[in-house]
């Protein structure tokens, strides 16, 4: 595998204006990294899971205005698609890298998945370390740490789950643009592949 890790340029593909420009740049840059790491990790995530997962790389298809402001690649144990389905994610914010295990609202088990979180309420908790991130939409960059939430909010975002039409429910680790760039290719592909072990009991609760 010849994964050189992230640079400067691949950040800054967010910055270029027009949807034609951006979608031409992140072709060229960021995709065929995303393909890279599609082939190393459905592989390492069908060792981990022992369900086999297939990869998916974010296309923008559907995008006819405005560019896409984040792309990824995205796993999970359908060859069709992955937004139905529980699922783990690689991408790039302008900001930052992101490693994701997502229940987006898409998913028609969400509910099913929200009741088993509350159920193993303390397992989640202890298994999930402080400076993992949770998220409750992954349109947006933003995230709280674990460290920072209550088991109030947490219950709530389980909750939440459960009973919001269009909930959403995403754990992991964002590593600031700074970080990412700095970390050649072994140690990008070991650092995912570490928030993927921790992660993976999370996707077994499914």
């Not at 790039?92 to 969400?110: C, G, M, S």
């Amino acid at each position: 595998m010849n994964f050189t890790g992230f640079t400067a340029a691949d950040f800054q593909v967010f910055e270029i204006p027009g949807l034609n420009e951006r979608m031409e740049a992140l072709q060229h840059t960021i995709r065929p990294k995303l393909e890279l790491l599609g082939t190393h990790f459905s592989e390492e995530l069908t060792r981990l899971t022992e369900d086999e997962m297939f990869p998916h790389v974010a296309k923008h298809a559907r995008r006819t205005v405005n560019p896409p402001d984040d792309t990824w690649v995205a796993f999970a144990d359908n060859k069709r698609g992955y937004k139905k389905h529980p699922h783990f994610q690689i991408g790039l914010w302008k900001t930052h890298l992101f490693i994701w295990y997502a229940v987006i609202y898409e998913a028609p088990n969400k509910a099913e998945i929200g009741t088993l979180f509350e159920e193993n309420f303390s397992f989640v908790r202890n298994q999930i370390p402080g400076h993992f991130v949770w998220s409750e939409d992954h349109t947006k960059p933003e995230a709280v740490p674990m460290s920072e939430l209550s088991d109030e909010q947490l219950h709530r975002l389980f909750q939440r789950l459960q009973t919001v039409k269009k909930a959403e429910m995403l754990c992991g680790i964002h590593i600031p643009k700074e970080e990412a760039i700095a970390m050649d290719g072994a140690e990008t592909i070991e650092t995912i592949s570490r928030a993927f072990i921790k992660l993976i009991p999370l996707y077994k609760l499914k």
